[in-house]
């Protein structure tokens, strides 16, 4: 049968170990493919660098509408990043016929919806596996192995930077600062941090799989971003005391009255196997109806771990080219004319549990005060620890609470925040008890 010719936009990190997997594994995906599949060109600023990444057989270019256009390019696989000039190029692509393959995660969390309009209009397929979690098929598993559940809920470590941070100041006992500087220093954080420590890039991957899991058009401005930079040391060690990690997780649910769609530090019980993924591993927890509580782990990120997804998605393309349309797995795993338009819950309308740490006086009556504020909210306790002294006769107080909507903890905190006996802002972080 005639090969499949690639055209590669973007020879980074992910685009160089594409074309490794691609020419170190030729033998094996012709076999699983059908057919032999061929990188015949590549776009890249920095021409002599691809080059020489590439080898003689690859054309490179620095102008990728040149892939775009040319016409013997059957798949493009869009490894630029970011949202601009990426949109651009993967419309252009589309409106030309072409497959896309990419890991451009941002991309889709905002433009998913009419990037995959129009595929279907042309009756081509736009392939993203790389997109979330790496390495690990979890866009795989929503759209086909997970077919036959109405899928509950999704949590996930879906940010390896993020995770590597959490990991060290436990381990470590060190600061946010000290940690993210070591970070950066072995190449897991960028210069600007932003994009993982403030939830940016798990919010991302999470609105992705929330599309997927419920049938929904992709609302990543509608996705409730809280980060990590602003964890305290002593969090991390009374959670561990109490029994749980801290991890900052991506969470979709489905409730009666709406989506949930939510990125920040959360508490989950140390027993559970998503809160010993460590290091800049990622982890995926699914809860269908039918088959229950599956765990999805692997490499997040990294040249072939990447790699490994975005040449699963050219075989699978080349498998499907000449497939009716119509009986093609749906981008989004459901039909198109099939989307529901659930709202997704504004945050003070989610429920969870909280952990609550709050400095107050170190007398008599502050504590009854505390806890009379928090019943007459409608929350109740499920466990409390007083700290010594920590300075100036003020003791910290840790408080555990049950399942509570969100705008109750946050009246409950301004209550407590108001008592002349507590000193400075209230901590609250939430917790999941996530049973796998």
Not at 59 to 81: H, K, M
Not at 200 to 209: C, Q, R, S, V, Y
Not at 337 to 343: K, V
Not at 353 to 360: C, F, Q
Request: overall charge negative.
């Amino acid at each position: 049968m005639k090969p499949i010719n690639i055209g590669l936009m973007g020879v980074g990190t992910v685009g160089g170990g594409t074309a490794t997997v691609l020419k170190r594994n030729a033998g094996e995906i012709t076999r699983r493919a059908g057919r032999e599949i061929r990188l015949i060109q590549a776009a890249n600023r920095d021409v002599a660098k691809a080059r020489a990444a590439l080898g003689p057989d690859v054309q490179v270019v620095d102008d990728a509408l040149l892939v775009v256009n040319n016409p013997d390019v059957d798949i493009v696989v869009e490894l630029i990043g970011g949202d601009t000039i990426a949109k651009e190029l993967v419309l252009k692509a589309i409106a030309n016929g072409k497959h896309v393959v990419t890991a451009n995660k941002k991309l889709l969390a905002l433009h998913g919806t009419e990037i995959f309009a129009r595929a279907q209009e042309k009756g081509v397929m736009v392939a993203f596996e790389a997109a979330v979690a790496g390495g690990i098929p979890i866009i795989k598993t929503l759209r086909e192995g997970l077919a036959a559940n109405r899928i509950e809920w999704i949590a996930g470590i879906i940010n390896g930077t993020s995770n590597f941070i959490l990991t060290e100041m436990r381990d470590k006992g060190a600061s946010f600062a000290e940690v993210l500087a070591e970070a950066q220093k072995l190449g897991y954080a960028e210069a600007d941090p932003t994009f993982d420590i403030e939830g940016h890039d798990a919010g991302h991957k999470l609105t992705i799989m929330a599309a997927l899991a419920f049938g929904i058009p992709m609302q990543f401005d509608q996705c409730y971003l809280e980060g990590i930079s602003k964890l305290d040391g002593r969090d991390i060690r009374y959670a561990e005391e109490l029994g749980y990690r801290v991890k900052l997780l991506g969470l979709t649910r489905r409730t009666d009255k709406g989506v949930e769609l939510r990125v920040h530090p959360t508490l989950i019980p140390e027993s559970r196997l998503i809160a010993n993924v460590n290091g800049v591993m990622n982890a995926v927890l699914v809860k269908g109806d039918a088959l229950g509580p599956t765990l999805y782990y692997g490499a997040g990120a990294g040249a072939l771990p990447t790699a490994s997804a975005v040449v699963a998605d050219i075989v699978d393309v080349t498998r499907l080219l000449t497939s009716d349309p119509e009986h093609r797995v749906p981008h989004l795993a459901f039909q198109p004319d099939q989307l529901q338009d659930l709202p997704i819950l504004p945050i003070a309308d989610v429920t969870s549990s909280y952990y609550l740490r709050i400095g107050a006086v170190d007398r008599a009556g502050v504590l009854a005060n505390i806890t009379r504020l928090l019943a007459e909210n409608g929350i109740s306790i499920e466990a409390l620890i007083q700290k010594g002294s920590v300075s100036d006769g003020t003791a910290e107080v840790v408080i555990l609470t049950h399942r509570v909507q969100e705008k109750a903890i946050n009246r409950a905190i301004a209550s407590i925040e108001a008592l002349d006996s507590v000193a400075g802002k209230v901590v609250r972080l939430r917790m999941e008890e996530l049973n796998d």
